[in-house]
């Protein structure tokens, strides 16, 4: 039997993008139908974790991390973060070829993230060591570790440190794929049942139309969750990841996710075939 709840708690990232997705729910801008929602806010690799654990109703997961949570969540056909064109990226300190960075050892931000799984795919055989995300830039340019892979507004700023970018995933998937790089998303957990599973769906979308639509008040929300970057700059990493395929994946966006799944599971990075569920509003 479907549980029956007034309150839900939406798990998702301290990051900018999240918080501008978010930010209609986080100050009460949507009737919910009576329905409380409180947020939760932990990094990517632990909110996989929780995941795993179907900790909460809803949930901002990694891709990477839907084959080990399918059983319990569907999949929201709205909140992706999706490149096109761009992603994730290798830097490094000094220009290395393919062969050369297989020498060196590379940040990683997580085992459960969707950057590390594309970076498999790209190349398998490298050396990796985990490091919280928002370290590893700085880790790299103080020659800590030879090359890192960077996710969230690192792929803005590397530059400013004199780093050199080795590969960008996102643009390498484009190539091979043509299509978006599906990198995460939100899921719900099926046993809400189907009547609230529609509506807290329909919420998250009507919070991120809300967002794009107040762009200005949203910004200045999402500000306060930017770990200091300039309000241009911030702008600029919210449109990369919140923009159409945030509000629905669309065509291109669930080819897209197929397309990773598949591939992961020819490589042998995945145990069998992923089916991926979406919900319907």
């Not at 291109?252 to 490589?267: H, I, N, P, T, V």
């Amino acid at each position: 039997m479907p549980v029956q709840l007034k309150e839900i708690t939406v798990a998702h990232s301290p990051d900018s993008d999240d918080a501008f997705m978010f930010y209609a729910l986080a100050k009460d801008k949507l009737d919910t139908g009576g329905l409380k929602v409180n947020q939760v806010l932990k990094d990517i690799q632990s909110l996989n974790i929780d995941a795993i654990n179907g900790v909460y109703e809803v949930s901002a997961i990694s891709f990477a991390a839907y084959p080990q949570v399918a059983d319990q969540y569907a999949l929201m056909p709205c909140g992706a973060s999706m490149g096109y064109k761009y992603g994730p990226m290798v830097i490094a300190r000094k220009p290395l070829t393919r062969e050369e960075l297989k020498k060196t050892t590379v940040a990683i931000p997580g085992l459960l993230t969707t950057a590390y799984l594309v970076l498999r795919l790209w190349e398998p055989d490298l050396n990796i060591v985990v490091m919280p995300f928002d370290h590893i830039l700085e880790a790299v340019a103080k020659g800590e570790v030879e090359a890192g892979l960077l996710i969230h507004e690192g792929q803005l700023t590397y530059k400013q440190l004199g780093l050199e970018k080795i590969v960008d995933l996102g643009e390498w998937w484009f190539e091979v794929t043509q299509l978006p790089l599906p990198l995460g998303g939100n899921v719900v957990r099926k046993d809400l049942g189907p009547k609230l599973i529609q509506q807290v769906t329909q919420l998250l979308k009507d919070s991120i139309v809300y967002s794009l639509e107040h762009r200005p008040e949203a910004l200045d929300y999402a500000l306060t969750f930017a770990r200091d970057m300039k309000k241009d700059l911030a702008d600029k990493f919210i449109g990369m990841y919140v923009n159409e395929l945030t509000v629905d994946y669309g065509e291109s966006g669930r080819q897209a996710l197929r397309k990773l799944f598949a591939m992961a599971y020819e490589k042998g990075l995945v145990d069998e075939p992923v089916e991926v569920e979406f919900v319907t509003i």
